[in-house]
């Protein structure tokens, strides 16, 4: 049963547009969010991460938005480039316990130069 | 400061034998993580260890078990190796519940 949900597989935008990808839950006792970036034969580097009592984090050309209601949170690049180009995964932990993360199964995103 | 290492980078398995994946955490974190990640898929949480105890686990079986070692190290240990094994094994450091920095990963293939 996947609580954490990326429904595109893929995202190609051009460079120096805006990249939003998506993520939606099920879980609503998840309370922290997280993105991270993944190259090929590298390990997920984190991004960005927002707490569920705020609606909006940003970090330099990354902002996460976070919907409780529509258990939805989006990460938007602005201006995207060429080395945005990785997948990206959502994920999400409790706020107790071991805070082990449930994942996405990720978002290719691609940034045309 | 150090980031989280992982070891070997790759390795080739048979059916039914056993394996130990090593895992240095990141400097200055107590808390490591172990995540199976199939191909195609999102990683998946096996287990954590904190001050040398397990702390949480996730749906894997008994096969896959851990060790966490005074200096933070740890271990990951399958054994009976089936098909379904083969995967990128990532290790996560943390101070405790903070956020988890993870390591370039293991590739395991089980033939």
């Known amino acids: 049963d996947q609580q954490v949900k990326q429904n595109s597989p893929s995202l190609s935008v051009q460079e120096g547009r805006i990249s939003i990808l998506n993520c939606d839950y099920t879980n609503s006792m998840f309370d922290y969010f997280l993105w991270y970036k993944k190259y090929p034969a590298e390990g997920p580097t984190f991004l960005i991460s927002i707490s569920s009592i705020k609606d909006k984090n940003e970090d330099g050309r990354f902002t996460v938005f976070l919907n409780k209601s529509a258990k939805h949170l989006s990460l938007h690049i602005v201006p995207s480039q060429p080395g945005d180009s990785a997948v990206y995964f959502c994920a999400a932990s409790y706020p107790t316990g071991a805070n082990n993360l449930f994942f996405g199964t990720g978002t290719r995103l691609t940034v045309i130069p | 400061e150090t980031g989280v290492t992982q070891s070997p980078t790759h390795l080739i398995k048979t059916r039914g034998q056993q394996v130990t994946l090593r895992c240095s955490s990141q400097s200055g974190h107590n808390t490591v993580s172990w995540y199976q990640q199939a191909l195609g898929q999102g990683p998946q949480f096996i287990f954590q260890?904190?001050?040398?105890?397990?702390?949480g686990r996730g749906n894997f079986p008994p096969r896959f078990s851990g060790l966490q070692f005074p200096n933070y190290s740890s271990e990951l240990n399958v054994n009976a190796l089936e098909l379904d094994d083969s995967a990128l094994y990532l290790c996560?450091?943390?101070?405790?519940?903070?956020?988890?920095?993870f390591g370039p990963g293991t590739r395991l293939t089980v033939l």
């Open positions: 260890y904190y001050r040398e105890e397990e702390n």
């Open positions: 996560a450091s943390s101070f405790y519940a903070d956020t988890q920095y």
